[in-house]
């Protein structure tokens, strides 16, 4: 498959990227050959094949969900670094 500009610029816009007019070409070139080489995975027989899920055979132990002691707000709170009387006190995550 082959990439011209007004996909690369779709593409580019997508994935928020920016690059000026001499990487363009460039870019074609890499996506058109990576894009050749995904399609010849398409010629690979998979009739009996399962799909893959997971690359692990390993299976997750569980526990079982059991309601236990809590902590009280007071033993929670007495050991934060910066806290008010009810809260934790963090730093502002967004301006």
Request: hydrophobic share 35%.
């Amino acid at each position: 498959m082959k990439i011209d500009k007004d996909l690369l610029n779709k593409i580019a816009h997508l994935a928020r990227l920016e690059f000026d007019e001499n990487t363009a070409e460039e870019m074609m070139k890499d996506m058109s050959e990576i894009l050749t080489w995904v399609e010849k995975l398409n010629e690979l027989d998979t009739d009996g094949v399962d799909p893959l899920t997971t690359m692990s055979h390993e299976v997750n132990v569980l526990r079982e969900d059991r309601v236990g002691p809590h902590l009280s707000r007071e033993k929670a709170l007495k050991n934060a670094p910066n806290k008010d009387s009810e809260y934790f006190r963090v730093p502002k995550v967004l301006e």
